[in-house]
């Protein structure tokens, strides 16, 4: 019997995998239930994570697939795990978990979100970042691992271009972030003519926080994404050098709620940030 685990982060980035891990052997839902047996509805469910399908079960499909051992064991180890909670953390997102898996389940939440926030105090929120910004990001990784992780990050901003149904995106960038030079005055300013771009999409707001404030307020607490979506509670997803988490237990997405607002109030208006966003390009192409 399926345990009620539906809805959860790590139930729905089971279901992400498990449908991506399907397209990319070339089977149907139809056919794979042919293989397995059950109706195919079954397998429908456990893809969009209405229904949570037994470790055995993930194995059978795994088989069915012709998945590698090491995906086969990794996915029936997430429908194994016992959650007393929601609250997920995920352990070996630096890397010893390879790198397709790794932002599956961050780009899932990405495209079926309807809003997405992203508090990003140290850098430039991921989803806005031009490929040479992410790549200076990434020089303490494996060089044999950049490349892939690039094309990864920039493939992700495709989801704030769909032309029906893309998110809102709404970025609060502490403005220490602006006058970091990852990757040379070039690069950056590369990168905040970009932000600047991407600003002009009706779909796509981008609002400074004051370096020079003296109070506190929640974006000091570290970095943070706040995902809504049209039919699931919110979730947040907090990324360490080892491990990320998501959260969705509801007393815990209320105080990151009560943060977002917190930086709403400190942070600059859109115009007055799109001005300091433009001077700091003027002083960094003037500095070549």
Known sequence: MSRNRSGSPRNRALGAELREIRERAGVTVRELAQRIGGHHSKYTRNEQATRSPSPEEVASIMTALGASEAERERLTEMAREH???????????????GIAHELTDLMEFERTA???????????????????????????????????????????????????????????????????????????????HHISTMAEQANVTVQVIPASLTSWHAALGGPFIYFEFPKAPPIVHLEHVSSSVFLSESEDVAAYRQAVDSVARAAMTIDQSSTVIAQRITELEGAQ
């Open 83 to 97: 959650v007393t909670g929601v609250n997920w953390l995920k352990s070996g997102s630096a890397g010893s978990l």
């Open 114 to 192: 309807t809003s997405i926030t992203d508090i990003s105090p140290i850098l430039i929120p991921g989803l806005l970042q031009t490929s040479d910004y992410a790549r200076a990001v990434m020089g303490g990784m494996p060089s044999h691992e950049v490349d892939a992780r690039v094309a990864m990050r920039v493939g992700r901003r495709d989801v704030l271009m769909r032309r029906n149904d893309a998110p809102d995106f709404h970025a609060f960038i502490e403005e220490s972030a602006l006058h970091k030079q990852l990757g040379g005055p070039d690069v950056m300013a590369e990168q905040l």
